[in-house]
């Protein structure tokens, strides 16, 4: 068995014996556990009973973080003409259409957020393959599929954090930096949980939220205690 590093070592002993914590709680000792050399993002995993495959099941939605995300997000918009330009003075960081495609074909992508007007959607289509894998396919459920792309480019750049829930029923997010105050992380637990807990499908049945988890990026995990979590 591979020998644990002092500092995975020291870590896994803090949160030894520790569960079910307030969010406060549990983001206090994520903070004083987190050694990387990095400033780690604060990692959310969420249990959910529900079953994607069934499709009034899935659960997908998009919320705005209270203190945001700390993270640059780099956005490509499909549009043209006026609405490209609205998308570039909204700090857009790359436009286009045709060429933009092309470039996405290419297997060129250097954004995390793809947005698109609607008119621009049989274009985008045909990079269905490329963009759905990971996650990047325009949506107009989560508004990345809109007229308003100004408003679609701020929101993206400003904290914005979309959730889809996999196969096992889990839902994983970064809500935030180590290094941002507890209070802010705290904020930014709680607006993530409610948003997924409006996010509940028609189909879901017993129990929709079984388990909340929080990490850093290289840490260990600690549950959440679920009413600490939906507190307002």
Do not use: W
Request: net charge positive; with cysteine.
């Amino acid at each position: 068995m591979a020998k644990l590093g002092k500092r995975t070592a020291a870590a896994r002993a803090a949160f030894e014996g520790k569960a079910n914590l307030s969010v406060e709680d549990a983001v206090k000792l994520i903070k004083s556990a987190a050694a990387a050399k990095f400033d780690e993002t604060l990692e959310i995993a969420m249990n959910l009973g529900v079953d994607p495959r069934h499709a009034d099941q899935m659960v997908r939605g998009v919320v705005q973080l209270p203190n945001g995300t700390g993270k640059t997000v780099r956005v490509a918009v499909f549009a043209r003409a006026a609405k490209a330009d609205e998308a570039k003075a909204a700090g857009a960081d790359i436009v286009g259409a045709e060429d933009l495609m092309e470039t996405i074909q290419s297997g060129k992508i250097e954004f995390d957020r793809c947005i698109a007007t609607p008119d621009m959607m049989p274009l985008v289509g045909r990079l269905g393959k490329i963009l759905g894998p990971r996650n990047l396919m325009p949506n107009p459920k989560v508004g990345t599929v809109t007229m308003d792309v100004a408003n679609a480019v701020k929101a993206a750049k400003g904290g914005e954090v979309q959730f889809k829930v996999e196969k096992a029923g889990v839902i994983h997010g970064g809500i935030g930096k180590v290094s941002f105050t507890e209070e802010a992380l705290a904020q930014n637990v709680r607006a993530f949980v409610e948003a997924v807990s409006k996010a509940k499908p028609a189909g879901a049945k017993g129990t929709y939220l079984k388990k909340v988890s929080l990490s850093s990026t290289m840490g260990p995990g600690v549950t959440v205690d679920l009413s600490s979590a939906t507190a307002n």
